[in-house]
């Protein structure tokens, strides 16, 4: 290897660019579960695009003691008062932390324990935020314009994503006259 080498994945502008960058994208039809209003979720097309990811993999899944790095993006929306977020996860190592760093946009970082007690950060252009490990967490756009912001965890840390899919968090954010409210989860 030379002495001296110039990485290829880099941010450009909002983008992340370089060889072997992991894309996924997420769309209304693939968040069934996560949103309570089912029938403001039906009056909407299912191929809406809610978010993106752009990961960068620089190990495989599961190795120990590497880091994985990501920019999500999310578009902005709601379905009925609920705002456009991601399915929200805990590690599946419980024991992993991560950190997000917002870029741009306006929204908030949902975070709750396994004893189900829940809290949000609000996410700013800079904002950034600590997970500690055991905390599942979830992403939501409260703005007008994509709200994007980067990640960096644990390579051997996995997701848990069937806990949520089927208990959910205990709090959700609802646009409640125009201001992002935490309120009580009843499905
Ligand atoms: C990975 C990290 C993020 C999320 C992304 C999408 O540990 O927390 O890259 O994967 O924000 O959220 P979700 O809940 O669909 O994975
Ligand atoms: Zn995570």
């Not at 039906?42 to 809610?50: E, I, K, N, S």
């Not at 003691?65 to 920019?71: E, K, V, W």
Request: proline share 5%; glycine share 10%; aromatic share 10%.
């Amino acid at each position: 290897m030379a002495d001296i080498v110039v990485p290829s994945v880099k941010f450009s502008g909002i983008e992340l660019t370089g060889p072997a960058i992991d894309r996924l994208s997420r769309q209304l039809g693939d968040l069934e579960d996560i949103f309570n209003d089912k029938q403001a979720l039906q009056a909407l097309p299912a191929d809406t695009t809610v978010y993106e990811v752009a990961s960068y993999f620089p190990v495989p899944d599961g190795t120990t003691a590497g880091l994985f790095f990501g920019i999500t993006y999310i578009h902005p929306g709601k379905v009925g008062d609920e705002y456009f977020m991601t399915k929200g996860h805990f590690h599946k190592l419980r024991d992993r932390g991560e950190i997000y760093i917002c870029i741009e946009g306006e929204g908030m970082l949902i975070l709750m324990d396994e004893q189900r007690q829940t809290h949000a950060e609000k996410m700013y252009p800079g904002s950034i935020h600590y997970i500690n490990g055991h905390i599942a967490h979830r992403t939501a756009n409260t703005g007008n314009t994509v709200l994007s912001f980067s990640a960096v965890w644990p390579s051997d840390a996995g997701h848990d994503y069937d806990t949520i899919s089927t208990e959910g968090f205990s709090k959700i954010l609802v646009d409640q006259n125009g201001t992002p409210a935490l309120v009580d989860n009843q499905p």
